[in-house]
């Protein structure tokens, strides 16, 4: 368990590296709209993972030994 535990932290972690704002402590605070926070998450999660499709990879691929899915694969499973 632990080793999907540190996945999720790198994948976090490219997360943050791509996106500003998911690093910003006071964009996220108790009063926010939490619709808006979640769109916001999401959306951050969508864009990181088309990143890694378009690069052929990232930590956790390269750790679990599996190329990601093509853009138009990815895609279409996203709809």
Do not use: Q
Not at 36 to 58: A, D
């Amino acid at each position: 368990m632990s080793c999907v535990r540190e996945e999720i932290e790198h994948y976090y972690g490219s997360l943050s590296d791509l996106w500003h704002l998911a690093r910003s402590k006071h964009h996220f605070r108790l009063g926010c709209d939490p619709d808006v926070v979640t769109n916001e998450i999401r959306m951050m999660f969508l864009l990181t993972n088309i990143h890694s499709c378009l690069r052929r990879g990232n930590t956790v691929s390269s750790v679990f030994e599996l190329l990601p899915p093509t853009i138009d694969e990815y895609l279409i499973t996203v709809n």
